[in-house]
């Protein structure tokens, strides 16, 4: 191992141990891509990119700080960049990171399919990419992917759901509004498929009954339901919509399946709206991120439960894979199966993710220092 290489990886593991002793907080403010530029390429690491979709989730901001953290302390020069989920917007700082001589972009991107003629110019300069959390699509210029495991984030929900209502006993029917992801994003049809797999027997044998009759027939008819841009909004007013619509005659909502976090806050607004009160009757309701004001709601009763992935482990191996590519080693996978993006098969680093609950939220999300306890008021 060159000894730049032991410096960085050290570098990157010291600072994963900071960010884990709670330096979750502070927002950092984003660096002006020509200041960045004009770093680049003097003594250090070089310049990496970083594209994140937007800075209206809380999540994106988490990764992207810790992510730039991580380089900065490991020697590199950073562009962070947030394009507002405006999949051009996303295009234009890509090119700026190309044009400005990055040696790797670490994309999140907004439209996994999109990126196809930016990507080739990338790769006509050698410069490698990455992509973080979302699969990109339908491209060879595609060098590794780090996520968390999607298909297994739906199957928390889905056995969640089993067990709460206690579905494998037969006990049932109870009425189930299923909800999607963003249909552009590569993520949501494994979050759904992962649900569904386990909830689709229930729905077959009458235990789960959806009123709206918005349950997809197959997996493959999830993006049916689905939210374009994972907007809290659109799903408050799609819920308020199936609320009005099928539920005025005095039947009662028993579950709702919500892909993640932005999601259950929208339809956690409508279900207030229409009367629903924490406690006996609050619909099962998931979730999944951990966002401080899903965990806020989950301690006021309003979400049954996320999934959280924690963005200081995905920043940290992205932060090591970015150091094995530039330095020439070996870079870190452990799924060489899964992931084909249309074109190949992308090797992808999979990580975990922890269910959550009212009562683990002290013990998962507090004693790890991802939040205070004063942030979730407890
Ligand atoms: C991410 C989720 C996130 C969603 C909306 C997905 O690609 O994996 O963590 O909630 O996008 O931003």
């Known amino acids: 191992m060159s000894t730049r290489k032991t410096r960085a990886l050290a570098a990157i593991a010291g600072t994963a141990l900071l960010l884990g002793l709670g330096a979750c907080s502070a927002e950092r403010t984003e660096t002006p891509a020509d200041e960045e530029t004009a770093a680049a390429g003097e003594e250090g690491g070089g310049l990496i990119g970083i594209a994140m979709p937007t800075r209206s989730l809380e999540r994106w901001n988490k990764d992207g700080s810790n992510?730039?953290?991580?380089?900065?302390?490991?020697?590199?020069?950073?562009?962070?960049?947030?394009?507002?989920?405006?999949?051009?917007?996303?295009?234009?700082?890509?090119?700026n990171m190309i044009n400005s001589g990055a040696e790797v972009l670490v994309i999140a991107s907004i439209d996994g399919t999109a990126l196809g003629p930016v990507l080739e110019d990338a790769a006509s300069k050698d410069i490698k990419v990455i992509a973080y959390d979302r699969l990109i699509n339908d491209t060879d210029n595609v060098d590794y992917y780090a996520t968390f495991d999607n298909y297994q984030v739906g199957q928390e929900q889905g056995k969640f759901i089993e067990e709460q209502l206690g579905l494998a006993d037969g006990a049932g029917p109870f009425n189930l509004e299923p909800f999607a992801g963003s249909p552009d994003d590569n993520n949501a049809k494994f979050f759904f498929s992962g649900a569904w797999d386990v909830l689709l027997p229930y729905v077959e044998s009458g235990q789960l009954v959806t009123p709206s009759g918005k349950a997809p027939a197959s997996n493959d008819d999830w993006a049916s339901i689905g939210i374009l841009g994972w907007g809290?909004?659109?799903?408050?007013?799609?819920?308020?919509n199936r609320l009005n619509s099928f539920y005025s005659g005095g039947d009662k909502v028993d579950v709702v399946l919500s892909p993640n976090d932005s999601l259950a806050l929208g339809i956690?607004?409508?279900?207030?709206?229409?009367?629903?009160?924490?406690?006996?009757?609050?619909?099962?309701?998931?979730?999944?991120?951990?966002?401080?004001?899903?965990?806020?709601?989950?301690?006021?009763?309003?979400?049954?439960?996320?999934?959280?992935?924690?963005?200081?482990?995905?920043?940290?191996?992205v932060a090591t894979m970015v150091d094995q590519v530039v330095t020439g080693a070996d870079v870190d996978v452990n799924d060489t199966e899964t992931y084909d993006n249309g074109n190949k098969v992308v090797p992808t680093y999979l990580l975990p993710p922890q269910v959550v609950t009212p009562d683990t939220i002290e013990q998962y999300l507090v004693e790890s220092g991802y939040f205070t306890a004063d942030q979730l008021g407890l």
């Not at 991580?70 to 890509?94: F, H, M, P, R």
């Not at 809290?232 to 308020?240: K, L, P, R, V």
């Open 232 to 240: 809290s909004d659109d799903a408050q007013a799609e819920m308020e």
């Open 67 to 95: 992510l730039e953290t991580l380089l900065q302390d490991a020697g590199y020069e950073t562009s962070l960049q947030y394009a507002d989920n405006k999949v051009d917007q996303q295009i234009t700082q890509l090119q």
């Open 268 to 317: 956690a607004q409508a279900l207030e709206s229409a009367g629903y009160a924490p406690g006996d009757g609050y619909p099962i309701l998931t979730g999944q991120d951990a966002d401080e004001a899903n965990v806020k709601n989950m301690i006021a009763g309003k979400q049954s439960m996320t999934v959280w992935k924690d963005t200081r482990t995905l920043a940290q191996q």
